[in-house]
C-alpha cells in the first residue's frame, strides 16, 4: 500500500467518524479469534491491538478504490501531508527520508487514542 495512499484514506475515515468504531471494531475481532501480539523484546511496544486493527482497516479502504491517493476533500489534503511528514524519517539503506504507512499507524493512533481535554481516548471500548 503506498504511503499516500494510506494517509489518503485514514484521513478521510478520520473526518467521516469512521476510524476509532473501524479500530474498536478490528480490536474486539482480534481478540474473539485470540490473535496475540508478538513478545516483547521481538515488536514495538506501541504495536498494539490498535496498531494492528487501523492497518488492516486502511488497507481495506485503499483496496476499495480505484485512486486511494486521492484526497476525498480538499480540506483533507492539509491533514494528509501533515500525517505523511509524520511517518516520514531516514532510513539507514536509503540516502532520503521515506514515509512508511507503519509509522503513519504509530503517529494517528497517538493522535486518536489521545484524550482531547475533558474526553477520555475516543477509542476507549479497543483499550
Do not use: F, W
Not at 488497507?59 to 480540506?75: Q, T, V
Not at 532520503?96 to 484524550?115: C, F, G, I, N
Amino acid at each position: 500500500m503506498p504511503p499516500g495512499g494510506a494517509a489518503a484514506r485514514a484521513i478521510a475515515s478520520r473526518r467521516e467518524g469512521a476510524l476509532s468504531p473501524a479500530i474498536a471494531d478490528g480490536v474486539a475481532y482480534r481478540r474473539s479469534l485470540g490473535v496475540e501480539l508478538p513478545r516483547m523484546g521481538v515488536r514495538d511496544p506501541s504495536e498494539t491491538h490498535e496498531y494492528y486493527a487501523l492497518l488492516r482497516h486502511v488497507e481495506e479502504l485503499c483496496g476499495a478504490i480505484a485512486y486511494p491517493d486521492r484526497a476525498s476533500a480538499p480540506k483533507d489534503e492539509p491533514l494528509i501531508e501533515q500525517l505523511l511528514a509524520a511517518g516520514t524519517r531516514d532510513r539507514a539503506n536509503t540516502s532520503r527520508p521515506t514515509a512508511s504507512e507503519y509509522d503513519m499507524a504509530k503517529a494517528l493512533l497517538a493522535v486518536e487514542l489521545a484524550p482531547a481535554g475533558d474526553q477520555p481516548p475516543t477509542a476507549s471500548a479497543s483499550r
